[in-house]
């Protein structure tokens, strides 16, 4: 059997068999960055994609359009960086299908790869970069290429695991030595340094060399020069700490003969197995031990190149693609890997190495005769050694422990077996075996710390054995070692044992072990009751509990653990189960026997409800918790028994019990309790009833308040409920019950609001109650209309005041009532008198007089109305009365109906129609009482008065109704209208009136009777010119024979529309003779013609009239009746064209051409329209006027000569045709069909030279342009256009439409087309063009010159590369109206244009709000950009401009600028400046915060700041500027203290007016410094010295004075008096201007 292979070869998967052309597998196309992705750029017909194949699923490659020079997949993730047109890098997240970042590089990326799975390396020809994919970070450059790589072709670059070590690998063709050199560059990241090295493939590794604690860092490369083949192993950087340095490998690469330039190609280092695999260009794969640098195997696996490689990571191998598409893999195979080193390359000493190193089978035999050997020649520590590392454990046997067991310890030496059992610590866990065997010394030693720093450690294998061999030293360890051997019932020992009870369930059912529970429990109640109760809450936590319920409660009861129980029953039985009822009678039983508080609360929560409730209600009333009992009674005779001790209950409680129980059992409950304990049980008793008197009836309850006779209870259970009930029983009783109980108030209240009681009843107990109080009685029956009733019982019982009491204050409206009542029983009349004098309140006059005039006595109210109308009383009722009397006396009533203006006309005149009808038409018409005034005349026959009253009334619906025709009494109503009333009446609008309601009444003929009269008698209304209007029409209506007569008899009527109504009603001579009377001899005209129809008369009357209107009238008519002739005479009479197309028509049809030819040309001298002339020409044509024809054509004219030949064609007329086609031989008709003819022939510069006549005419522009376009002939249309540009008459048109084809077919023209003509194109037109063509500089230009500035920003802004240009912006931006645009600009140059911002912020400063421009630039960070911008608007002196300004001084330390700026702009604050400068790490800067305090009279911060800082000048100028003397001492002495001597001397100097001299004498005697003190001191005797000689000499002058006072005389000598008093200006000096005023008074005074 032949030797199996070290390595695994595999074929992942052919790429050609996924779709992928083999042209497209390469090195330019295919990237592998590892063994996740392959990403593979194609083309497909015109399409660009690219193909990510997931090897995870290969099968179903990810295909997207995508155009770039290269695309790398991440080794991750499903994220693609592709590169465009070698500068251009982007990012893209695939799943999310989102752009992550973007980057434009400077140069041209020649190689990129993932060198992490978030870092990019990017390769340029000068230096290498590195891209991080998080955040907006940019590439950061690394470090730059060497010279050796010049020229050379980049094929890798990687980095170490820290990146602290970066390789560039490149290769290029040596053609004078026929081979391919390596060139790689090493860069050390944290030297910053280069090396070139020659090498073809190379990669970074860590490894673990024996003896040393830290990996070293290696670094393998392969080299193939013409000396041969070399393979390095070095170790860069410095050895980590206490490591030995890994000695440098360097071995021979074996390359056969016929792969004579074969060279490495690509190198992976497995981490896993500690080879490196490298790939030369030939397809050998080469593996190499890494520690060693041995060569293990060497074979082609591939005829193809290997052109990509990357790490394996499931088989910790290498994988690559050739140029077949093949995805290759190779990797160690563990199990053949041994053997075959130590069989084919006979290399034992490496099979050992690589077998311990990996932990891999093969050379058990190997390790076993080595170790028996090192063990026969004693030398037990190599042989633990190797016992140790043996690979599978092979050697870790009992066996072998046995062998050193057995080995004698010599004296003063370490026993084998612990050297054995040290070296198996050191290099990893024991087993099972070793750790039993280790741990029994340690332990007979006291040595636990050990086991336990072990353990710790996991150094030791866990067991039972081992656990039981510790738990006789300590329980809690041996625990933990059960736990980690995982023996249930051991681990639940030892947490009893423990008192860990808490952790026996949680671990129990976490390793699915069930122990004795109830067994365990017991244990631990006689131990912790309180760890008893949890641990059993435990066992029933969940929905199965782990142990029966019973047998725990009795657990607990026979401990006598009542409150441990109860807290477990509760947690036990939360889910109120129906099968655990005898368990809730059970908890509560114990706690109603020992703890009724406790039962009390459980029953309060209503957690059960399945136990037994009669049992528990027994209990719970013999433990006195009697609202329990009451809760679970059922039984009547029970509840009684408890519900009547009320002190014991909660009566809120009591009363929402009362809800539960039956209507009978409440009704006996209540009556037990009253009956029980009336006093103590009425007020819960009265609740109870108040709340449930709608379910146990307000009867039954106020049936058991009346059986007690507690009226009291009564009173306030039906006070309770009397505001809302509507039973008329329940106010009844309350008023009753209120009368008993002397509330006279309340029985007031609900006889006044209530609505409920029986009124009778209630009237009849309280005349019986006979309460000292009738208001009671006196309301119900004033309410209910009791009044005559009351005033009886009142008057009968002697109680007279209390009818005063009622009409005067209760309700003195009820007083006609009452004198009603008063008046039946025989009242004397002055008693009546008075009381009616006596009441001022509101009453109803009308029922007083009613009441009074029932019984015959209206005179006793006579002296009472007269009072009131002399007292100015207007009320009806009152006039009423008063006109009664007058009447029934007789006492001059006419007069008093027609002047008193108060009374009520209906009600007088009711009362007077049978005593009197002329009275009561008197007041019938006083009211304007229609209906009644009629009746009253009808009954009596008064038609005269009736009819006067109507005219005079003058209402048209009264009028309808009085001539109606089912009136009997219309006729003479009516004769006596005409004989009497109209003759009597002068106003025209009672006859209007009048004489409408005859014709609304349709009595036309006794209208014309009326209006004869009227109108024809010569009366007053003869020419009233509605009269004569309305004789016309009734006569037209009622009797047309009549009508010609007063037409031609009246001359004041409306004559035209008098004709229309006689027109409309077939009176055409009648109108005829109206319209010629008033010559109105159009419409005259028009009735011969239309209505009589006899063109020879209106002919006639045409003649006579000789009118143009007429003419034209009787035109129309004759052409109508197809009169030609006659009918253009008479328009040519008129002198009328207006009709000319009608006139064209009818002619045309009757060839009467002759006539229309002169009809045309008097129509062409009024008016020059086209459709005229254009006939006028075919007129001439057809008459064969040909010499007309052709003068008229020649001279200007509007017609449509082509038309009209065309007509002249089809008629046959073809002398006139050929007259017309060479008038119109240059028309643009012609042009436009010659030049379409030429375009469709192609003769393009013939159509150029008819378009040029035809583009002139701006509606024949577009077509023109339509016919061009729609051929696609775009060149020469804009050609055309360009040509017609320097024409005459080019018009505005033009340049539009060539700018708009500029825009689509030639955009590069059009800006220097806008730019020359845009005055003349039609801007909002182009714009729009310029816009769908994305032209957007010249949509700019256009907005500016369209003076559209906030379009022409916005555009530029959001096309800046072809539209925006400086100066031409900042020109712009300054007229823009949308203020939000300059903050939109400024954000726009932030992100474009960072280095102009300045200029722009310049330019809009005038324009711009500055706080809010500062805070933009604030939040945006980009402040320290606009410093300029700042300085230049510091004139302003605004606060957000000065403290942004000093921020950024701050920020760059600029102290001078600070100060400069603090001093010349203040607007800022202050205090805030200050204080954060007063922490700040410069000198100069805290010497500008005391500054500031200064100047904001904070004279001690600043002083103190500067004593910090030991600026000493400056706190003695601020001490002498505060002018406090505190400050200055509490300085000096600081001075002192801080023994500064010479400072002390000149802050004397500078403090010297505010330093006291006795204080500064002292404290130079304290301090021992009188020297410093002297010149202060000398300066103040100096001063003093001064001081005093002045106040001597003062002194001195005034002396001399007094003395010269007393000299003077007492009495002055006899001089003539001055007659002077002080007027203004010449006060008397005041004395307290001293004696020197007063001398100076007085030597003025002498010298006058």
Same mark, same amino acid.
């Given at each position: 059997?032949?030797?199996?292979?070290?390595?695994?070869?595999?074929?992942?998967?052919?790429?050609?068999?996924?779709?992928?052309?083999?042209?497209?597998?390469?090195?330019?196309?295919?990237?592998?960055?590892?063994?996740?992705?392959?990403?593979?750029?194609?083309?497909?017909?015109?399409?660009?994609?690219?193909?990510?194949?997931?090897?995870?699923?290969?099968?179903?490659?990810?295909?997207?359009?995508?155009?770039?020079?290269?695309?790398?997949?991440?080794?991750?993730?499903?994220?693609?960086?592709?590169?465009?047109?070698?500068?251009?890098?982007?990012?893209?997240?695939?799943?999310?299908?989102?752009?992550?970042?973007?980057?434009?590089?400077?140069?041209?990326?020649?190689?990129?790869?993932?060198?992490?799975?978030?870092?990019?390396?990017?390769?340029?020809?000068?230096?290498?970069?590195?891209?991080?994919?998080?955040?907006?970070?940019?590439?950061?450059?690394?470090?730059?290429?060497?010279?050796?790589?010049?020229?050379?072709?980049?094929?890798?670059?990687?980095?170490?695991?820290?990146?602290?070590?970066?390789?560039?690998?490149?290769?290029?063709?040596?053609?004078?030595?026929?081979?391919?050199?390596?060139?790689?560059?090493?860069?050390?990241?944290?030297?910053?340094?280069?090396?070139?090295?020659?090498?073809?493939?190379?990669?970074?590794?860590?490894?673990?060399?024996?003896?040393?604690?830290?990996?070293?860092?290696?670094?393998?490369?392969?080299?193939?020069?013409?000396?041969?083949?070399?393979?390095?192993?070095?170790?860069?950087?410095?050895?980590?700490?206490?490591?030995?340095?890994?000695?440098?490998?360097?071995?021979?690469?074996?390359?056969?003969?016929?792969?004579?330039?074969?060279?490495?190609?690509?190198?992976?280092?497995?981490?896993?197995?500690?080879?490196?695999?490298?790939?030369?260009?030939?397809?050998?794969?080469?593996?190499?031990?890494?520690?060693?640098?041995?060569?293990?195997?060497?074979?082609?696996?591939?005829?193809?190149?290997?052109?990509?490689?990357?790490?394996?990571?499931?088989?910790?191998?290498?994988?690559?693609?050739?140029?077949?598409?093949?995805?290759?893999?190779?990797?160690?195979?563990?199990?053949?890997?041994?053997?075959?080193?130590?069989?084919?390359?006979?290399?034992?000493?490496?099979?050992?190495?690589?077998?311990?190193?990996?932990?891999?089978?093969?050379?058990?035999?190997?390790?076993?005769?080595?170790?028996?050997?090192?063990?026969?020649?004693?030398?037990?520590?190599?042989?633990?050694?190797?016992?140790?590392?043996?690979?599978?454990?092979?050697?870790?046997?009992?066996?072998?422990?046995?062998?050193?067991?057995?080995?004698?310890?010599?004296?003063?030496?370490?026993?084998?077996?612990? #050297?054995?059992? %040290?070296? +198996? @610590? !050191?290099?990893? &866990?024991? $087993?099972?075996?070793?750790?039993?065997? *280790?741990?029994?010394?340690?332990?007979?030693?006291?040595?636990?710390?050990?086991?336990?720093?072990?353990?710790?450690?996991?150094?030791?294998?866990?067991?039972?054995?081992?656990?039981?061999?510790?738990?006789?030293?300590?329980?809690?360890?041996?625990?933990?070692?059960?736990?980690?051997?995982?023996?249930?019932?051991?681990?639940?020992?030892?947490?009893?044992?423990?008192?860990?009870?808490?952790?026996?369930?949680?671990?129990?059912?976490?390793?699915?072990?069930?122990?004795?529970?109830?067994?365990?429990?017991?244990?631990?109640?006689?131990?912790?009751?309180?760890?008893?109760?949890?641990?059993?809450?435990?066992?029933?936590?969940?929905?199965?509990?782990?142990?029966?319920?019973?047998?725990?409660?009795?657990?607990?009861?026979?401990?006598?653990?009542?409150? #441990?129980?109860? %807290?477990? +029953? @509760? !947690?036990?039985? &939360?889910? $109120?189960?129906?099968?655990?009822?005898? *368990?809730?009678?059970?908890?509560?039983?114990?706690?109603?026997?020992?703890?009724?508080?406790?039962?009390?609360?459980?029953?309060?929560?209503?957690?059960?409800?399945?136990?037994?409730?009669?049992?528990?209600?027994?209990?719970?009333?013999?433990?006195?918790?009697?609202?329990?009992?009451?809760?679970?009674?059922?039984?009547?005779?029970?509840?009684?028994?408890?519900?009547?001790?009320?002190?014991?209950?909660?009566?809120?409680?009591?009363?929402?019990?009362?809800?539960?129980?039956?209507?009978?059992?409440?009704?006996?409950?209540?009556?037990?309790?009253?009956?029980?304990?009336?006093?103590?049980?009425?007020?819960?008793?009265?609740?109870?009833?108040?709340?449930?008197?709608?379910?146990?009836?307000?009867?039954?309850?106020?049936?058991?308040?009346?059986?007690?006779?507690?009226?009291?209870? +009564?009173?306030?259970?039906?006070?309770?409920?009397?505001?809302?009930?509507?039973?008329?029983?329940?106010?009844?009783?309350?008023?009753?019950?209120?009368?008993?109980?002397?509330?006279?108030?309340?029985?007031?209240?609900?006889?006044?609001?209530?609505?409920?009681?029986?009124?009778?009843?209630?009237?009849?107990?309280?005349?019986?109650?006979?309460?000292?109080?009738?208001?009671?009685?006196?309301?119900?029956?004033?309410?209910?209309?009791?009044?005559?009733?009351?005033?009886?019982?009142?008057?009968?019982?002697?109680?007279?005041?209390?009818?005063?009491?009622?009409?005067?204050?209760?309700?003195?409206?009820?007083?006609?009532?009452?004198?009603?009542?008063?008046?039946?029983?025989?009242?004397?009349?002055?008693?009546?008198?008075?009381?009616?004098?006596?009441?001022?309140?509101?009453?109803?006059?009308?029922?007083?007089?009613?009441?009074?005039?029932?019984?015959?006595?209206?005179?006793?109210?006579?002296?009472?109305?007269?009072?009131?109308?002399?007292?100015?009383?207007?009320?009806?009722?009152?006039?009423?009365?008063?006109?009664?009397?007058?009447?029934?006396?007789?006492?001059?009533?006419?007069?008093?109906?027609?002047?008193?203006?108060?009374?009520?006309?209906?009600?007088?005149?009711?009362?007077?129609?049978?005593?009197?009808?002329?009275?009561?038409?008197?007041?019938?018409?006083?009211?304007?009482?229609?209906?009644?005034?009629?009746?009253?005349?009808?009954?009596?026959?008064?038609?005269?008065?009736?009819?006067?009253?109507?005219?005079?009334?003058?209402?048209?619906?009264?009028?309808?109704?009085?001539?109606?025709?089912?009136?009997?009494?219309?006729?003479?109503?009516?004769?006596?209208?005409?004989?009497?009333?109209?003759?009597?009446?002068?106003?025209?609008?009672?006859?209007?009136?009048?004489?409408?309601?005859?014709?609304?009444?349709?009595?036309?003929?006794?209208?014309?009777?009326?209006?004869?009269?009227?109108?024809?008698?010569?009366?007053?209304?003869?020419?009233?010119?509605?009269?004569?209007?309305?004789?016309?029409?009734?006569?037209?209506?009622?009797?047309?024979?009549?009508?010609?007569?007063?037409?031609?008899?009246?001359?004041?009527?409306?004559?035209?529309?008098?004709?229309?109504?006689?027109?409309?009603?077939?009176?055409?001579?009648?109108?005829?003779?109206?319209?010629?009377?008033?010559?109105?001899?159009?419409?005259?005209?028009?009735?011969?013609?239309?209505?009589?129809?006899?063109?020879?008369?209106?002919?006639?009357?045409?003649?006579?009239?000789?009118?143009?209107?007429?003419?034209?009238?009787?035109?129309?008519?004759?052409?109508?009746?197809?009169?030609?002739?006659?009918?253009?005479?008479?328009?040519?009479?008129?002198?009328?064209?207006?009709?000319?197309?009608?006139?064209?028509?009818?002619?045309?049809?009757?060839?009467?051409?002759?006539?229309?030819?002169?009809?045309?040309?008097?129509?062409?001298?009024?008016?020059?329209?086209?459709?005229?002339?254009?006939?006028?020409?075919?007129?001439?044509?057809?008459?064969?006027?040909?010499?007309?024809?052709?003068?008229?054509?020649?001279?200007?004219?509007?017609?449509?000569?082509?038309?009209?030949?065309?007509?002249?064609?089809?008629?046959?007329?073809?002398?006139?045709?050929?007259?017309?086609?060479?008038?119109?031989?240059?028309?643009?008709?012609?042009?436009?069909?010659?030049?379409?003819?030429?375009?469709?022939?192609?003769?393009?510069?013939?159509?150029?030279?008819?378009?040029?006549?035809?583009?002139?005419?701006?509606?024949?522009?577009?077509?023109?342009?339509?016919?061009?376009?729609?051929?696609?002939?775009?060149?020469?249309?804009?050609?055309?256009?360009?040509?017609?540009?320097?024409?005459?008459?080019?018009?505005?048109?033009?340049?539009?439409?060539?700018?708009?084809?500029?825009?689509?077919?030639?955009?590069?023209?059009?800006?220097?087309?806008?730019?020359?003509?845009?005055?003349?194109?039609?801007?909002?037109?182009?714009?729009?063009?310029?816009?769908?063509?994305?032209?957007?500089?010249?949509?700019?230009?256009?907005?500016?010159?369209?003076?559209?500035?906030?379009?022409?920003?916005?555009?530029?802004?959001?096309?800046?590369?072809?539209?925006?240009?400086?100066?031409?912006?900042?020109?712009?931006?300054?007229?823009?109206?949308?203020?939000?645009?300059?903050?939109?600009?400024?954000?726009?140059?932030?992100?474009?244009?960072?280095?102009?911002?300045?200029?722009?912020?310049?330019?809009?400063?005038?324009?711009?709000?500055?706080?809010?421009?500062?805070?933009?630039?604030?939040?945006?960070?980009?402040?320290?950009?606009?410093?300029?911008?700042?300085?230049?608007?510091?004139?302003?002196?605004?606060?957000?401009?000065?403290?942004?300004?000093?921020?950024?001084?701050?920020?760059?330390?600029?102290?001078?600028?600070?100060?400069?700026?603090?001093?010349?702009?203040?607007?800022?604050?202050?205090?805030?400046?200050?204080?954060?400068?007063?922490?700040?790490?410069?000198?100069?800067?805290?010497?500008?915060?005391?500054?500031?305090?200064?100047?904001?009279?904070?004279?001690?911060?600043?002083?103190?700041?500067?004593?910090?800082?030991?600026?000493?000048?400056?706190?003695?100028?601020?001490?002498?500027?505060?002018?406090?003397?505190?400050?200055?001492?509490?300085?000096?002495?600081?001075?002192?203290?801080?023994?500064?001597?010479?400072?002390?001397?000149?802050?004397?100097?500078?403090?010297?007016?505010?330093?006291?001299?006795?204080?500064?004498?002292?404290?130079?005697?304290?301090?021992?410094?009188?020297?410093?003190?002297?010149?202060?001191?000398?300066?103040?005797?100096?001063?003093?010295?001064?001081?005093?000689?002045?106040?001597?000499?003062?002194?001195?002058?005034?002396?001399?004075?007094?003395?010269?006072?007393?000299?003077?005389?007492?009495?002055?000598?006899?001089?003539?008096?001055?007659?002077?008093?002080?007027?203004?200006?010449?006060?008397?000096?005041?004395?307290?201007?001293?004696?020197?005023?007063?001398?100076?008074?007085?030597?003025?005074?002498?010298?006058?």
């Amino acid at each position: 059997m032949s030797q199996a292979l070290p390595i695994k070869f595999q074929e992942h998967v052919q790429l050609q068999n996924l779709g992928i052309n083999a042209s497209n597998i390469g090195f330019s196309t295919l990237t592998m960055e590892s063994d996740r992705f392959i990403c593979i750029r194609e083309k497909m017909g015109e399409t660009n994609q690219v193909v990510i194949i997931d090897m995870n699923d290969p099968t179903n490659p990810v295909r997207r359009p995508i155009s770039a020079d290269s695309a790398i997949m991440n080794p991750a993730s499903k994220v693609i960086a592709l590169k465009v047109a070698g500068k251009t890098l982007q990012i893209f997240n695939i799943e999310m299908k989102s752009k992550m970042k973007a980057h434009t590089m400077t140069d041209d990326v020649i190689f990129w790869k993932w060198i992490s799975v978030n870092l990019i390396g990017l390769v340029t020809e000068t230096a290498v970069y590195h891209w991080a994919m998080e955040g907006d970070s940019q590439p950061q450059k690394v470090f730059d290429r060497h010279p050796t790589l010049a020229g050379c072709q980049i094929i890798n670059y990687r980095t170490d695991h820290k990146q602290q070590w970066l390789l560039l690998i490149g290769i290029s063709a040596q053609v004078e030595e026929n081979r391919v050199a390596g060139r790689m560059q090493l860069y050390s990241v944290e030297r910053r340094v280069s090396q070139p090295i020659e090498g073809h493939a190379a990669a970074f590794a860590t490894m673990s060399v024996d003896g040393n604690k830290e990996p070293s860092n290696l670094f393998t490369f392969a080299v193939r020069n013409p000396q041969g083949g070399k393979l390095h192993i070095i170790e860069v950087g410095q050895p980590p700490t206490g490591n030995q340095p890994y000695a440098k490998k360097a071995v021979d690469v074996f390359f056969p003969p016929e792969a004579q330039n074969d060279f490495p190609v690509a190198m992976q280092v497995s981490p896993k197995h500690g080879v490196v695999y490298m790939i030369t260009k030939y397809g050998y794969i080469h593996v190499y031990d890494l520690e060693s640098g041995v060569c293990i195997y060497m074979n082609r696996i591939s005829a193809d190149t290997i052109f990509v490689t990357a790490a394996h990571e499931a088989s910790s191998g290498i994988i690559g693609v050739n140029r077949k598409g093949q995805v290759l893999s190779v990797s160690v195979d563990e199990d053949a890997v041994v053997p075959y080193i130590t069989t084919q390359l006979n290399n034992p000493d490496l099979a050992l190495k690589f077998a311990i190193r990996n932990n891999l089978a093969g050379a058990e035999d190997l390790f076993v005769r080595r170790f028996q050997a090192l063990f026969t020649q004693s030398n037990y520590s190599e042989a633990a050694k190797v016992a140790a590392s043996a690979p599978k454990g092979i050697l870790r046997t009992p066996q072998t422990i046995q062998q050193f067991q057995q080995v004698p310890t010599a004296a003063g030496q370490t026993s084998p077996l612990l #050297q054995y059992f %040290s070296i +198996l @610590l !050191d290099q990893g &866990k024991l $087993n099972k075996y070793e750790s039993l065997e *280790l741990c029994r010394p340690v332990l007979q030693q006291g040595r636990k710390q050990l086991l336990e720093k072990w353990l710790k450690e996991e150094k030791l294998e866990c067991s039972e054995e081992l656990g039981d061999l510790v738990k006789q030293v300590d329980p809690h360890l041996a625990l933990s070692i059960y736990l980690r051997a995982n023996v249930p019932m051991k681990v639940i020992q030892g947490f009893a044992e423990t008192g860990q009870y808490q952790k026996i369930v949680l671990y129990a059912k976490k390793v699915g072990y069930t122990p004795d529970y109830i067994f365990l429990l017991r244990g631990v109640m006689r131990i912790n009751p309180e760890q008893g109760l949890q641990f059993a809450q435990m066992l029933i936590q969940d929905d199965q509990p782990l142990a029966d319920l019973n047998q725990l409660v009795d657990i607990f009861m026979e401990q006598g653990l009542i409150q #441990q129980c109860t %807290s477990f +029953l @509760l !947690d036990a039985l &939360k889910n $109120n189960r129906p099968a655990e009822g005898h *368990l809730q009678t059970r908890l509560l039983e114990m706690n109603l026997m020992h703890a009724p508080q406790v039962a009390d609360a459980i029953l309060g929560n209503q957690m059960f409800t399945h136990y037994d409730r009669a049992h528990i209600a027994q209990l719970c009333e013999k433990a006195g918790l009697l609202q329990r009992a009451l809760e679970h009674y059922t039984d009547l005779y029970d509840i009684k028994r408890a519900v009547v001790h009320t002190h014991l209950l909660n009566p809120e409680w009591l009363v929402t019990y009362f809800g539960s129980l039956s209507v009978e059992d409440s009704i006996e409950c209540v009556r037990a309790m009253l009956q029980a304990n009336i006093r103590q049980n009425l007020q819960v008793c009265v609740q109870i009833a108040t709340k449930y008197h709608e379910q146990l009836t307000t009867t039954a309850l106020t049936e058991v308040f009346e059986s007690f006779k507690s009226y009291e209870g +009564l009173f306030y259970f039906l006070g309770a409920i009397v505001n809302f009930s509507q039973e008329p029983e329940v106010h009844f009783k309350y008023i009753q019950a209120a009368c008993k109980t002397g509330q006279i108030k309340e029985v007031e209240r609900i006889c006044r609001e209530s609505n409920c009681y029986d009124p009778e009843r209630v009237k009849n107990f309280l005349k019986e109650a006979k309460l000292t109080d009738q208001l009671p009685l006196i309301i119900v029956c004033d309410r209910f209309n009791f009044v005559h009733d009351l005033v009886l019982y009142l008057y009968r019982n002697n109680q007279a005041k209390y009818i005063e009491i009622y009409v005067q204050k209760v309700n003195p409206s009820r007083l006609p009532v009452v004198v009603g009542g008063l008046l039946d029983v025989d009242c004397g009349e002055d008693v009546i008198k008075s009381l009616i004098m006596s009441v001022r309140g509101s009453f109803n006059t009308d029922e007083l007089v009613e009441e009074v005039e029932k019984r015959n006595r209206m005179k006793l109210m006579l002296p009472w109305l007269e009072m009131r109308v002399h007292e100015g009383v207007n009320e009806p009722a009152t006039h009423n009365a008063l006109a009664k009397i007058y009447i029934d006396s007789n006492n001059n009533p006419e007069r008093f109906l027609k002047e008193n203006q108060f009374y009520d006309s209906r009600i007088v005149g009711r009362y007077c129609e049978k005593r009197d009808p002329h009275l009561a038409c008197v007041a019938y018409e006083r009211g304007q009482c229609d209906q009644e005034l009629i009746k009253v005349c009808n009954e009596n026959s008064l038609f005269k008065s009736e009819a006067r009253y109507l005219v005079r009334r003058r209402d048209m619906e009264l009028w309808t109704y009085v001539l109606r025709e089912d009136n009997e009494f219309r006729r003479p109503l009516i004769d006596q209208v005409v004989q009497t009333a109209l003759s009597e009446t002068q106003d025209p609008d009672e006859i209007s009136v009048t004489v409408k309601a005859f014709m609304t009444a349709d009595l036309p003929n006794e209208l014309i009777e009326l209006l004869e009269k009227i109108v024809l008698d010569n009366s007053v209304f003869s020419d009233h010119r509605n009269l004569q209007n309305l004789l016309i029409l009734t006569a037209i209506k009622a009797d047309r024979t009549r009508v010609m007569e007063y037409i031609n008899r009246l001359d004041n009527y409306d004559a035209p529309d008098i004709a229309s109504i006689a027109i409309n009603n077939g009176l055409y001579e009648e109108a005829f003779a109206i319209f010629k009377k008033f010559e109105v001899n159009t419409s005259a005209i028009q009735v011969l013609i239309d209505h009589v129809g006899n063109l020879d008369r209106a002919y006639e009357f045409a003649e006579r009239c000789n009118e143009p209107a007429v003419w034209s009238q009787l035109a129309n008519a004759q052409l109508r009746a197809n009169m030609v002739k006659e009918a253009i005479d008479s328009f040519i009479k008129a002198d009328d064209p207006t009709t000319y197309m009608e006139v064209v028509n009818v002619a045309s049809r009757n060839d009467s051409w002759e006539d229309l030819v002169k009809y045309l040309q008097m129509a062409r001298k009024k008016a020059r329209e086209t459709f005229i002339e254009t006939e006028l020409i075919f007129a001439y044509a057809m008459t064969n006027r040909l010499s007309d024809l052709e003068e008229f054509i020649s001279g200007p004219n509007h017609a449509q000569i082509q038309q009209v030949g065309d007509r002249c064609f089809e008629k046959g007329m073809y002398d006139a045709a050929k007259l017309l086609y060479n008038n119109v031989s240059n028309s643009t008709r012609t042009w436009k069909e010659v030049c379409f003819a030429c375009v469709d022939h192609n003769e393009f510069r013939l159509a150029q030279m008819c378009g040029l006549h035809i583009v002139v005419h701006a509606d024949e522009l577009e077509e023109l342009i339509n016919y061009y376009q729609n051929r696609g002939y775009f060149e020469e249309l804009i050609q055309l256009l360009e040509a017609a540009l320097g024409l005459e008459r080019a018009h505005m048109g033009m340049f539009t439409e060539l700018a708009i084809l500029y825009s689509k077919y030639k955009p590069s023209k059009m800006r220097e087309h806008l730019e020359l003509f845009w005055s003349r194109v039609n801007i909002p037109k182009v714009l729009r063009a310029a816009e769908q063509a994305h032209l957007w500089a010249e949509l700019v230009f256009l907005y500016d010159k369209y003076e559209e500035y906030d379009n022409a920003i916005t555009a530029m802004m959001a096309h800046p590369t072809e539209a925006w240009r400086e100066n031409h912006f900042k020109d712009v931006i300054t007229k823009v109206a949308n203020i939000e645009l300059y903050y939109k600009a400024v954000q726009f140059y932030l992100d474009f244009k960072p280095m102009l911002l300045n200029d722009l912020l310049v330019v809009l400063s005038p324009r711009l709000d500055h706080t809010r421009t500062v805070t933009h630039f604030v939040k945006s960070n980009h402040l320290k950009l606009v410093k300029p911008y700042l300085r230049s608007v510091q004139n302003n002196n605004n606060k957000a401009i000065n403290e942004a300004l000093n921020n950024l001084l701050i920020e760059e330390e600029d102290f001078v600028g600070l100060r400069s700026s603090i001093d010349a702009f203040d607007n800022f604050d202050n205090i805030a400046l200050a204080q954060r400068l007063e922490k700040h790490e410069l000198i100069e800067f805290r010497r500008i915060s005391a500054y500031l305090f200064k100047g904001n009279n904070r004279w001690k911060q600043a002083v103190e700041l500067c004593k910090k800082d030991r600026l000493f000048r400056d706190a003695m100028q601020y001490a002498g500027e505060s002018r406090s003397s505190e400050i200055a001492e509490e300085l000096l002495e600081w001075f002192l203290d801080s023994d500064l001597f010479e400072c002390f001397g000149a802050c004397l100097y500078q403090c010297y007016d505010l330093l006291k001299p006795d204080v500064i004498m002292e404290l130079a005697w304290r301090h021992n410094i009188m020297d410093f003190a002297m010149p202060f001191m000398i300066q103040v005797v100096r001063e003093l010295s001064i001081k005093v000689d002045k106040l001597e000499q003062s002194e001195n002058i005034r002396s001399s004075d007094e003395r010269s006072d007393q000299t003077q005389p007492i009495v002055y000598e006899p001089q003539p008096m001055l007659m002077l008093t002080a007027g203004p200006g010449m006060m008397a000096p005041s004395y307290g201007a001293g004696y020197g005023g007063y001398a100076a008074g007085y030597g003025g005074y002498a010298g006058m």
